[in-house]
């Protein structure tokens, strides 16, 4: 049994086929066969069993999975540790975005990153909050950029800033930055919203209820982009933070309106038992050094960092 082996494991149990795994992982379809035909048979047992459009793991497949996931984890957390005092991040290291800081974040953040730490290896997912945390949880990810809403104790949670929540219309609305709306003005409106479980659904839902009036939620997604599209065609009007609607904004496709007492907190996550590596030490310093660039110079209204110096 390798490392190498257990890698190529994971990866088909993770996306429940050898043929995505082959394609992720840059290596023949049976090649990858062998290497998983080669674990079975020096363990004696079956690891998947064949189903419609891919395959599922075994009883011991799991088994290897919940015990491979943490041996892994251990041996990428041992290397850490040594190249932590080589001076010079080098190795994979798996981030977690959000899509809504697309375009004010992740774009700078990711270029800026692998043009300063070329040995650095960056594996990146967007999602959710709450997927992210699991990934993090289940050795998945090194780190995410997440909300801050109930977040796990096992996970370790570092500031990164606090952002304003606007009601986010049309031209025709003429919502206006100078001109706040309240809670229950908002509660007026025909919405379109992200999904439950994310965050800002729930943050938005829990201020919402205050008002002890129903939500007139037309239509809820994850994407923001096509969030903000429906929005300009005059559908509906949402409720986002400024960095997910900035460049629509900036376009003159949208109007906003600030939404007093109503904002999200950015944090970056990572598992509490785990030492920080050298890699994610330097992804959190630029990470912060990005967001006060943009706020510094006026391009991200409504956003304050809240790390301490």
């Known amino acids: 049994m390798t490392l190498r082996q257990l890698r190529y494991f994971l990866e088909i149990a993770q996306l429940r086929s050898f043929t995505r795994a082959s394609e992720v992982l840059h290596i023949a379809q049976s090649a990858l066969s062998r290497q998983v035909r080669a674990l079975e048979d020096e363990l004696g047992l079956p690891l998947f069993d064949r189903v419609d459009r891919g395959v599922k793991l075994t009883a011991a497949g799991e088994r290897l999975r919940d015990r491979a996931l943490v041996l892994l984890s251990n041996f990428d957390e041992l290397c850490d540790d040594i190249v932590a005092h080589a001076g010079e991040p080098r190795g994979p290291l798996g981030i977690g975005l959000p899509p809504s800081l697309r375009e004010m974040v992740n774009v700078p953040l990711l270029g800026e990153y692998a043009q300063r730490y070329p040995q650095v290896k960056l594996h990146v997912h967007e999602g959710i909050s709450i997927d992210l945390e699991q990934s993090i949880l289940q050795g998945r990810m090194d780190c995410a950029l997440i909300v801050d809403l109930e977040t796990p104790p096992t996970l370790r949670i570092d500031p990164v800033l ?105 944090v970056l996550a990572s598992r509490r038992e785990r030492p920080i590596s050298l890699a994610a030490t330097k992804l959190d310093e630029l990470i912060l050094d990005v967001a006060r660039r943009r706020i510094d110079a006026g391009e991200w209204i409504g956003a304050r960092i809240t790390r301490e110096a």
């Open 162 to 266: 606090c952002e304003q929540l606007f009601l986010v219309g049309s031209v025709a609305a003429e919502l206006d930055m100078d001109r706040p709306v309240s809670l229950e003005h908002v509660a007026g409106y025909d919405l379109i919203l992200t999904s439950r479980p994310n965050s800002l659904r729930l943050i938005v839902e829990n201020a919402l209820a205050r008002t002890r009036r129903p939500l007139r939620i037309v239509a809820d997604f994850n994407a923001t982009g096509l969030m903000t599209e429906l929005v300009k065609g005059g559908m509906a009007y949402s409720v986002l933070p400024y960095s997910a609607a900035w460049a629509a904004y900036n376009r003159g496709d949208l109007t906003l309106a600030p939404i007093p007492d109503l904002s999200i907190d950015w």
